[in-house]
């Protein structure tokens, strides 16, 4: 057990992707400022990201902050920044940085301190390099938090979500449910699987479909993205899982 989580009451919601680019970011902010628009004190944490330099206004971390609505530096939600656009433990490689897990935790220490609960993004999916001897899914072990999977709406998401589903339940970590994303806008989909591959998700997987999001635009905020997670998407299963363990904390 790694001495840094041991000592830390740490309480929050792990959002993985079946793949990189399905809407992680999108959805981690709309649960942290739904559930911050409820008066909770919810924080975001990105702990390693690559391929975009802090300030850009690009990275997942000042995107995460900007639809979160949370005032924060970008530099503390996500302590490890790096360029080049390679899985996190090459591109840390690269930068002469050597990734460990309890690395990673130790440099969260700041926001798991400040809030209640963290909602984290990870990077990529499960079984993306993270250190030189442990993937997301290892990570996610160690924090020992629940975790919630963001998938693609379209063709192909079944098997990379029950795949994906299968992978978190070896390792013992508890799923909230899945959360289907658009990732084109409506004029540009024509996918007839779309009406039936939650369905599917649910009776093969055994898992809780949400609901599913609709295409997000780059442009939107806190307070425009807010109604629209809470329209379309199950927030109840995500509250009461935190609040066992703010409570439990």
Do not use: C
């Amino acid at each position: 057990m790694n001495q840094a989580i041991a000592k830390t009451n740490l309480s929050g919601l792990f959002v993985t992707g079946t793949d990189t680019g399905v809407g992680k970011t999108i959805v981690a902010a709309a649960i942290a400022a739904s559930l911050r628009a409820e008066g909770l004190n919810i924080g975001v944490w990105k702990p390693v990201q690559s391929g975009e330099k802090i300030g850009s206004g690009l990275t997942d971390a000042e995107r995460l902050l900007h639809l979160a609505g949370i005032e924060d530096r970008p530099e503390v939600v996500a302590p490890f920044t790096f360029e080049a656009p390679v899985t996190p433990m090459l591109a840390a490689k690269q930068s002469g940085v050597t990734l460990t897990l309890k690395g990673l935790i130790n440099a969260g220490a700041p926001l798991i301190d400040r809030y209640q609960a963290l909602i984290v993004e990870g990077a990529g999916g499960v079984a993306v390099p993270l250190t030189e001897d442990a993937l997301v899914a290892d990570f996610i072990s160690e924090l020992r938090m629940p975790a919630l999977i963001v998938a693609r709406s379209g063709l192909g998401t079944i098997n990379h979500t029950l795949l994906t589903a299968s992978y978190l339940k070896q390792l013992g970590i508890d799923i909230i449910g899945v959360i289907m994303n658009d990732i084109e806008s409506a004029e540009a989909i024509d996918d007839p699987s779309i009406a039936t591959n939650a369905e599917l998700i649910e009776q093969y997987g055994g898992l809780k479909v949400l609901g599913r999001l609709t295409h997000v635009h780059n442009e939107m905020d806190s307070e425009t993205l807010i109604p629209i997670f809470r329209e379309r998407i199950e927030l109840a299963p995500i509250r009461d899982a935190l609040a066992v363990q703010i409570m439990g904390g």
